[in-house]
């Protein structure tokens, strides 16, 4: 029998590497539309970092998995946070597993009813396909985040803009508070 190294293993510096894993990074530019107040951002600021490994079979039954690390970045007060997205396949759920940093994962349902668990180190996130997700960042360090999913699942981007997330979490002297989103 022999025994080798994982595919992949997370360094301390919060960069996960491996053989066959893909990443890239989302600045500023690329998320602005999602704030309340985009004014006076830095459109280069490094908003979060992705690394995934998806399956060469993709069969029905395959697996990909991810890495969030979202920086503690306020955006005029509000938390730094994923574009967040309803998955193409609504049949395919999503874990999340929380790794380091404080924060939450906002769901929304169809009918826009939103609400959120707390994020943590060990804190563990069974998404249903049916629901959008998002992940915020509340805390002063980077939040990571593990996460696996159907390699059907797909990201629809699309029906989060048509129908954006019931709340924002804004920060008001260190503590993180969820304000009604008035922009709907
Ligand atoms: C997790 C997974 C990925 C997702 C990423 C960033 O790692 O859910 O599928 O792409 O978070 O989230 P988003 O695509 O919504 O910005
Ligand atoms: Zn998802």
Redesign the pocket.
């Known amino acids: 029998m022999k025994i080798i190294e994982p595919p992949a293993v997370e360094e301390w510096s919060g960069i996960l590497k491996g053989k066959d894993i893909q990443s890239y990074r989302?600045h500023f530019s690329d998320?602005s539309s999602y704030y309340l107040n985009a004014e006076g951002m830095d459109a280069e600021t490094v908003m979060?970092d992705?690394y995934?490994s998806s399956s060469e079979e993709k069969a029905d039954g395959s697996l990909?998995w991810?890495?969030?690390v979202l920086y503690p970045v306020s955006v005029n007060g509000e938390c730094n946070m994923?574009?967040?997205?309803f998955h193409m396949d609504e049949s395919c759920e999503?874990i999340?597993i929380g790794k380091a940093g404080e924060g939450l994962l906002m769901y929304m349902d169809h009918t826009g009813n939103t609400w959120c668990e707390k994020v943590f180190s060990g804190s563990v996130h069974r998404i249903s396909g049916r629901y959008a997700?998002?992940?915020i960042n509340t805390g002063d360090e980077p939040l990571k985040?593990?996460?696996c999913?159907n390699s059907r699942?797909g990201?629809n981007?699309e029906a989060i803009q048509k129908q954006p997330f019931g709340y924002r979490v804004m920060k008001k002297d260190g503590k993180a508070e969820a304000v009604k989103n008035e922009q709907l």
């Open positions: 989302k998320v979060y992705v995934s990909e991810g890495l969030t994923t574009k967040g997205h999503e999340y997700h998002r992940l985040v593990m996460a999913w699942a990201h981007y």
